[in-house]
């Protein structure tokens, strides 16, 4: 189909769009009419939203941090649906930074610490026998951190006495070095709230009670240290947005960088973040993987069965980017020079083709939405047998890959080099996920 390359966090596909006029690196060109939009104001409108995108979602961490204190002080069935609720607020504006990841190394370096999935949720806490007793691949596959003070990564007695967030970050982080030991993040969390979904692709998301965290009548054992996980988890979350809203701020490094480039350098970066979390990211890996096997367990919020909405608000980041419009949480718009007024002055019919795919792609998610929100929820959509719920993710995923094509002519009419977007053997060789 297209040259591929590999990445190092999974066996991944790459397309390898080239563009109608390479450039050098330092040079930047476009034709008469986009020189209307000058390309370091499309460059600083893309810093000025990933730096509120991060920040919204840093505010909604520190709410969700807040909440999880209150459970931690009186657990119950309201405070711990306080909480879950806190956790899919933060959601929203997360998942809309995702298309600031793959052209920008920095931050994909960093997002495995926020949001890496899937998990081995055994070696956080108990599990149901359903999950088994070992994996051949993980020795850690049911260490419970949770009920033990002492576990052994590669032979070495660790002491987990005292659940901090430098344990979970420093040693239970992809211990062993095993990508499936994630120890931090929202996945970690989520699964801390809710518990295991053990309804396969029937209705139902997990149900952990609340009283897994009321030290005087304490349920599945370990109530104190489950709370300390928790809470050392959250706060964790808190300080690496923290990080990485710096790191967009006026003085951060992201936005310097970006900034010092060649201005056809950091367009490639935009274009490439949009590109791979289109096609390979959320139409591979996350959608067409899971739909492939019919298996709840490739749900990217597998615990809380919010992956629709997940699934949505990342095709918002991505049409947010191209269209140089963020809306806050707080209900504030943050907007500039677009790149999408780039493409425009380059080639009229390109930013029509491509506006009306991302808002495809969009209505596509949100259709997906619609039935999770009428009652099946995204794991019964891909379920086996269920044509109506697989038409409906499959129209997404067509719709990712369609745009992704309209991404690529971007590319072209704007005269940029060659571009790697990420891709996935779920698409580009899907015979291989059955080997």
Not at 190 to 217: H, I, M, V
Not at 233 to 252: E, I
């Amino acid at each position: 189909m297209f040259p591929t390359l590999s990445t190092p966090r999974q066996v991944r596909l790459c397309w390898a769009f080239a563009a109608a006029t390479a450039l050098t690196a330092a040079v930047f060109v476009l034709p008469a009419r986009a020189a209307e939009t000058d390309p370091k104001a499309v460059i600083k409108t893309y810093a000025d939203i990933a730096q509120a995108g991060y920040e919204d979602s840093l505010n909604t961490a520190k709410a969700l941090d807040e909440a999880v204190k209150t459970l931690i002080a009186e657990p119950n069935d309201a405070t711990l649906e306080a909480a879950r609720t806190a956790w899919k607020a933060a959601r929203v504006p997360y998942q809309q930074t995702e298309a600031f990841r793959f052209g920008n190394a920095a931050v994909d370096e960093w997002e495995g610490k926020v949001n890496a999935w899937p998990l081995d949720e055994g070696l956080i806490d108990y599990v149901d026998p359903s999950y088994g007793t070992e994996s051949d691949e993980n020795a850690l596959y049911t260490a419970n951190v949770i009920a033990n003070t002492e576990i052994e990564i590669d032979g070495e007695k660790v002491d987990v006495s005292v659940i901090t967030p430098e344990l979970l970050s420093g040693k239970l982080q992809e211990a062993g070095g095993i990508e499936a030991n994630v120890a931090t993040g929202y996945h970690a969390i989520e699964f801390l709230l809710w518990g295991q979904d053990l309804n396969g692709t029937k209705p139902g998301a997990g149900k952990r009670p609340a009283t897994d965290y009321n030290t005087a009548s304490c349920t599945n054992g370990h109530c104190d240290r489950r709370a300390q996980y928790l809470k050392a988890a959250t706060d964790l979350l808190v300080s690496d947005l923290a990080d990485m809203a710096a790191k967009w701020g006026p003085d951060g490094e992201i936005r310097k960088g970006l900034e010092v480039e060649a201005a056809n350098t950091s367009l490639s970066t935009i274009l490439t973040g949009m590109g791979s979390l289109s096609y390979g990211e959320l139409a591979g890996e996350r959608m067409k993987l899971g739909l492939l096997l019919h298996d709840p367990e490739e749900e990217h919020d597998c615990f809380s069965d919010n992956t629709d909405k997940s699934h949505l608000y990342d095709a918002i980041g991505i049409r947010n980017v191209y269209q140089g419009r963020y809306k806050r949480v707080d209900g504030s718009v943050v907007e500039g020079p677009s790149l999408q007024a780039l493409v425009e002055a380059a080639d009229p019919a390109i930013d029509v083709e491509l506006s009306g795919k991302l808002d495809a792609s969009v209505a596509a998610m949100e259709a997906m939405t619609k039935r999770a929100e009428g009652g099946e929820a995204y794991d019964q959509q891909i379920a086996e047998g269920n044509a109506e719920g697989n038409k409906t993710v499959q129209a997404a995923i067509d719709a990712l890959v369609d745009q992704t094509k309209s991404i690529q002519r971007a590319v072209s009419v704007l005269k940029l080099d060659a571009i790697a977007f990420e891709g996935s053997d779920s698409l580009d060789a899907p015979d291989k996920v059955f080997q």
